[in-house]
């Protein structure tokens, strides 16, 4: 939100992208959707299958727009540069952004940007300003680099509490959960929704880890191989 605040109050001779990067499960895409509905925000999530031109359709569908039969990529472009130049307070937001640039198609989001004016967030993995570093003109035209970080102790408490209203979770089991969730603010919410259900099947209101005992935690890790047995079929 502060970043979109920066984008959308910035001086006319600056320029308005901004990145927001870091590892699945931080919570970028939940803060996008909390800025959507504090700015009014466009937000399109990238799609694997997507070419250029289904990128404008969805722009302009999340603007309320039509794109009419028959219009060329440059037509498009031009329809949703000047529906997003007609309020400079309403930012782009674009999830899963490093499929732009894996794909080719970011030179649209700074061609939008450019013919618009309209602030511009990309949101993507780690990588994702790695990537922009490769396409000058894209990367020149970042204002604002904002990093995700994980869950520290006051967040996880706040997660807990309000996830599991009904539930007494005390500290050290909130602080065990981080920490076997890496501090990804999905996996901390995952094991949440796990405690709340066992407070519900067993009608109890406090876990601790010793109340919680042996039952594990969520951690984003895959189960080991199973052991398989060779039997031999009879004659």
């Given amino acids: 939100m502060a970043m979109a605040m920066k984008l959308i109050n910035r001086d006319a001779h600056l320029p308005g992208l901004g990145v927001c990067h870091g590892p699945s499960g931080y919570g970028k895409t939940q803060a996008s959707i ?28 999340e603007l309320g727009e039509q794109s009419p039969k028959g219009r060329t990529i440059g037509e498009l472009s031009m329809q949703a540069s000047e529906i997003l130049g007609r309020d400079p307070n309403r930012p782009l937001i674009v999830d899963e952004a490093d499929r732009l640039v894996d794909k080719g198609l970011v030179e649209i989001i700074r061609e939008l940007h450019e013919m618009s004016q309209a602030p511009v ?38 997660l807990a509490d309000a996830l599991c209203p009904n539930v007494e979770i005390a500290g050290d089991l909130v602080e065990l959960i981080r920490q076997q969730a890496d501090g990804r603010a999905r996996r901390i919410v995952v094991n949440l929704a796990r405690i709340a259900e066992a407070a519900r099947n067993e009608d109890v209101t406090h876990f601790d880890v010793g109340t919680w005992g042996d039952r594990g935690f969520y951690t984003g890790e895959p189960p080991a191989p199973r052991a398989t047995s060779l039997y031999r079929r009879a004659a």
């Fill in 34 to 61: 909390f800025a959507r509905n504090m700015t009014g925000a466009i937000v399109v999530e990238v799609g694997d299958s997507w070419n250029k031109k289904i990128l404008l359709q969805r722009i302009l569908f």
């Fill in 121 to 158: 967030i990309l949101i993507g993995e780690e990588e994702l300003p790695r990537k922009l570093l490769r396409i000058e003109r894209v990367h020149n035209r970042v204002l604002e680099w904002f990093p995700a970080e994980p869950c520290d102790g006051a967040d996880a408490r706040l």
